[in-house]
């Protein structure tokens, strides 16, 4: 018998995969949708929730869910994580977690407020592939290089959306995946983050959803990291690379398995050595084939550990796409001044 009730607020593009990964979750069952749109709630009656409104606290009130999974805009998202926080429901927050770090800032202080615990749904992060070949770096002494490519040509929809503020800057609310995925690849345990130190990033622009990044990310335990992230080129591609001493893997994040078989990253080149790496990855001490960031945080909330991609490490992550979208030179400490309005 599943032991959590579970919701979701925005039943969109976004919000199927997270009905989808209730529905595969043993510990989660679906008591609620909510969704503005008529059409989206009735589509969303297919995860059969015992409650469906528009309004999300009317959904709320009759569900009285223990997890919320807050699948809206960067825009929308404060009122709701707030307010779900404020009910005492643990609550998973889309990625950008909000259109700016004081909108993250803010969602700490209501967590802080709260008996309950919330997620930054960094879902790369999660992959257990990734999980084995981070393992695999730190067997081999940890890391000393990595490196990101997020490219994507934003659709008209995107575009429409950034202009009505419901979105930030695209390097923060979509390349947001491969700067966060630049820490944690380059974290000096399994479980935490690198610290960066500086940050020198070379930003220009043709058009507002025409960005141009490429940065250069110093950590603490002295490996760097390079983000190239590019919106209005050729076609979406996420790409990343992590290396120790004589051990490099290439990771393509870009072709995905069909949802229905959860999303995973299905090209990894390995080498070690000079030679290739053939051995398989070992998904075993990862949580196998299906672990993903649904399973952590059902995991987290029933033994009360903290989730990896808690808000203030998200607060982190946003701070740092901040200061790369600002062209920010020299040291960071997580405090540069945003240049978002
Ligand atoms: N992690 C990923 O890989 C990934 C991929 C795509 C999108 N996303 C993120 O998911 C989020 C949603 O993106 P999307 O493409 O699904 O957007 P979408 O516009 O398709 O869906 C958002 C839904 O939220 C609903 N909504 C807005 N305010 C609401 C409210 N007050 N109550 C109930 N419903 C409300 C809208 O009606 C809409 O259906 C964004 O933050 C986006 O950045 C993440």
């Not at 469906?52 to 959904?59: G, I, L, N, V």
């Not at 983000?227 to 995905?256: C, K, N, P």
């Amino acid at each position: 018998m599943a032991s959590l009730k579970a919701a979701v607020i925005g039943a969109g593009n976004h919000g199927a995969g997270h009905l989808r990964m209730i529905a595969d979750e043993p510990e989660m069952r679906l008591v609620g949708v909510s969704d503005l749109d008529e059409q989206r709630l009735a589509a969303a009656a297919a995860y059969e929730p015992e409650v469906s409104a528009t309004d999300y606290r009317e959904m709320l009130d009759r569900a009285r869910a223990d997890v919320a999974y807050v699948v809206t805009l960067p825009g929308h998202l404060l009122p709701i994580v707030r307010e779900c926080l404020e009910r005492g429901i643990h609550t998973s927050v889309e990625k950008s977690p909000g259109n700016t770090s004081a909108d993250t800032a803010a969602m700490i202080e209501a967590e802080a407020a709260s008996t309950a615990m919330a997620i930054a749904s960094f879902n790369r992060r999660y992959y257990p592939q990734i999980l084995a070949v981070k393992r695999l770096t730190l067997a081999r002494g940890g890391p000393v290089h990595a490196a990101a490519t997020y490219n994507k040509t934003p659709s008209d929809r995107v575009v429409e959306n950034m202009r009505r503020g419901l979105m930030p800057p695209a390097l923060v609310c979509d390349a947001i995946h491969h700067v966060d995925l630049l820490r944690w690849l380059v974290g000096d345990t399994m479980e935490t983050t690198g610290v960066v130190t500086q940050v020198h990033s070379e930003t220009y622009r043709s058009s507002p959803a025409r960005e141009r990044h490429n940065a250069v990310i110093t950590f603490a335990n002295g490996a760097r990291a390079v983000l190239m992230s590019h919106f209005g080129v050729g076609t979406r591609i996420q790409r990343a690379e992590l290396h120790a001493e004589d051990f490099s893997a290439y990771m393509d994040l870009t072709r995905m398995s069909p949802p229905e078989e959860a999303h995973r990253p299905d090209t990894f080149e390995l080498f070690a050595d000079g030679d290739p790496y053939e051995a398989p990855l070992d998904l075993a001490p990862e949580g196998g084939p299906h672990f993903n960031e649904t399973r952590h945080f059902a995991d987290c909330i029933l033994s009360g550990r903290r989730p990896w991609s808690t808000l203030e490490d998200a607060l982190v992550t946003m701070r740092l796409c901040e200061a790369i979208y600002a062209g920010h030179k020299g040291p960071f400490d997580g405090a540069v001044r945003s240049p978002l309005p």
